[in-house]
């Protein structure tokens, strides 16, 4: 029978394991929660800024579980691997930076901050994926992360909406460059993520 564009399709589903489904979720709440960040923009409206605040920390939810089940059931795959980093990159790289965005930390210089946070979040999980294999234990087991995981980005996010909610979204200005404060904390967020000196335990 010919390989024909919807069995394939089905084929890929079947290939799905159960941590797989947990994995999408969390980029499901991430794809939303940036939605919700434009939908501040469009319409001011600031429960739409929490709502994709909160679904922020529901993706680590998510994201805890789809590892904890991959060991349950035994079912830890390369791929799930790759789909758990593009959730993670969507989830805790670029939501909280979008989030950021639409809640006013937009200077210039913002930005460029927000981008670096990014793009550290994004390296940092392609360093992990291809040195998982040497930081592993007899057991095959990853002892510990080279630099923060990428989900301690709900630190920053955050203090991000408690400035906002208390109306602390201050700017500051230095040597004729405008910035927020709160964008020093995604900055530091950053360095730490791609650290390679810091070695914390992995559970």
């Excluded at 939605?35 to 469009?42: I, N, T």
């Excluded at 800024?49 to 795959?77: E, K, N």
């Excluded at 939501?95 to 390296?123: E, H, K, W, Y």
């Excluded at 709160?182 to 900055?187: K, Q």
Aim: hydrophobic letters at 50%; proline letters at 4%; a positive charge.
């Amino acid at each position: 029978m010919a390989d024909t564009p919807s069995r394939r399709h089905f084929s890929m589903i079947r290939s799905f394991h159960l941590a797989d489904l947990f994995t999408i979720a969390n980029g499901i709440c991430g794809v939303t929660a940036i939605f919700q960040a434009m939908k501040f923009l469009g319409t001011q409206n600031s429960r739409h800024l929490y709502l994709g605040a909160l679904l922020v920390p529901l993706a680590l939810i998510f994201d805890v579980l789809d590892g904890r089940i991959a060991r349950w059931r035994h079912a830890a795959s390369p791929m799930g691997r790759e789909l758990d980093s593009l959730a993670d990159v969507i989830s805790f790289g670029v939501a909280p930076a979008a989030i950021a965005f639409a809640a006013g930390v937009n200077t210039r210089l913002d930005q460029m901050i927000l981008l670096f946070f990014s793009m550290c979040g994004l390296s940092r999980l392609a360093r992990y994926n291809v040195t998982a294999e040497s930081l592993s234990n007899e057991q095959g087991k990853v002892e510990y992360f080279e630099g923060t995981p990428i989900p301690t980005s709900v630190v920053p996010l955050g203090l991000l909406m408690l400035a906002f909610y208390t109306g602390h979204l201050n700017r500051v200005e230095l040597l004729g460059v405008t910035f927020h404060a709160i964008a020093l904390v995604f900055l530091a967020s950053g360095a730490l993520m791609s650290s390679k000196t810091l070695r914390i335990p992995k559970p």
